[in-house]
């Protein structure tokens, strides 16, 4: 959280819509201004309906580590109807010693609520530039072999 609050038991996933925006998405509507309180409209076709800024969150980069950040905007989970949620959790404990207690908690909220795909942040990064790590290698790799033959070239000229 930059600037505002957090979404809480008041803000409902209904009119009127309160919304927390990226910090990208709040310098480009209201460069200078502070956004929270501001009124935006989402979508269109939404008329007059307009949506209450509450909190200003800091950028992400939501498709991959080369691309700009995302122009965001969040809406709350209550009531939307939504059947999957995922969450960050900062720690220094180790994620074997974590699970277990994020998995206690969950049950204690809803025991039928799974926890599944469990990854550290290194996994996450890993994952997202793995087609770069493998382009870079195989670019290694001809470039190795090229560097081989133009020194087979070279030795068989000279001899």
Same mark, same amino acid.
């Given at each position: 959280m930059?600037? #505002? %609050?957090?979404f809480d038991?008041?803000? %409902?996933?209904a009119?009127?819509w %309160?919304?927390?925006?990226?910090q990208?998405?709040?310098?480009?509507l209201?460069p #200078?201004?502070?956004?929270?309180?501001?009124?935006?409209?989402l979508?269109? =076709?939404?008329g007059?309906q307009?949506?209450e800024?509450? &909190?200003?969150? &800091?950028d992400?980069?939501e498709r991959?580590?080369?691309?700009?950040?995302?122009?965001?905007?969040?809406?709350? /989970?209550?009531?939307? #109807? $939504?059947d999957?949620?995922f969450?960050?959790?900062?720690?220094?404990a180790s @994620?074997r010693?974590?699970?277990? @207690? /994020?998995r206690?908690?969950?049950s204690s909220?809803d025991?039928?609520?799974p926890? $599944?795909?469990v990854q550290t942040?290194?996994e996450v990064v890993?994952a $997202?530039t793995? $087609?770069?790590?493998f382009?870079?290698a195989?670019?290694?790799?001809?470039? &190795?072999?090229a560097?081989?033959?133009?020194l /087979?070239?070279?030795f =068989?000229?000279?001899?």
């Open positions: 930059l600037q #505002g %609050r957090t038991e008041r803000d %409902r996933f009119k009127p %309160r919304i927390v925006v990226s990208r998405l709040a310098n480009l209201w #200078g201004e502070n956004p929270v309180g501001r009124q935006a409209i979508w269109r =076709g939404q007059n307009r949506a800024v509450v &909190g200003v969150v &800091g992400m980069r991959s580590l080369s691309e700009p950040p995302t122009l965001a905007v969040y809406l709350p /989970v209550y009531g939307s #109807g $939504s999957h949620m969450f960050a959790l900062q720690t220094i @994620l010693a974590l699970v277990p @207690l /994020v206690t908690a969950l909220i025991p039928a609520l926890l $599944s795909n942040m290194e890993s $997202s793995s $087609s770069a790590r382009t870079v195989l670019l290694t790799a001809f470039a &190795g072999l560097m081989i033959l133009a /087979v070239g070279i =068989g000229v000279t001899a």
